[in-house]
């Protein structure tokens, strides 16, 4: 699996951003999708999860009722919606596959080459 990611960009805290996320390959439909994000200086960490259904989503704490990750199966694609968006926020976003649903760096199995979200004050 080969991913892309799109979206990124410079926007105001309040603002809203789509991120995107095109898989190739024709078992996308069997992984779990996921978005991480690494900030200057800091670990990478998990933003939110979906299942291969689309089913199930987690979110960690501090984006829950801001962001949305939806997939669309057909077209090979995962999206993370972000509203309301904070300065700390800013990031460099990673869309992630993995044959589980799966909240953990390393248990990710392609990754992709990430896509960068500055929010200003």
């Known amino acids: 699996v080969q991913l892309q990611a799109s979206g990124g960009g410079l926007v105001q805290a309040g603002g809203s951003l789509r991120l995107s996320c095109a898989a190739s390959g024709r078992i996308f439909s069997s992984y779990a999708m996921g978005w991480f994000r690494q900030a200057p200086g800091k670990e990478r960490e998990f933003v939110a999860v979906i299942s291969w259904s689309g089913g199930s989503t987690y979110y960690t704490d501090s984006v829950k009722g801001r962001f949305t990750i939806s997939r669309d199966n057909a077209k090979n694609t995962v999206y993370l919606q972000m509203n309301s968006l904070k300065p700390e926020d800013t990031a460099v976003y990673y869309c992630?596959?993995?044959?589980?649903?799966?909240?953990?760096?390393?248990?990710?199995?392609?990754w992709g080459q990430g896509t960068l979200v500055t929010v200003s004050s």
């Open positions: 992630a596959a993995a044959r589980v649903l799966t909240v953990v760096v390393y248990e990710n199995d392609y």
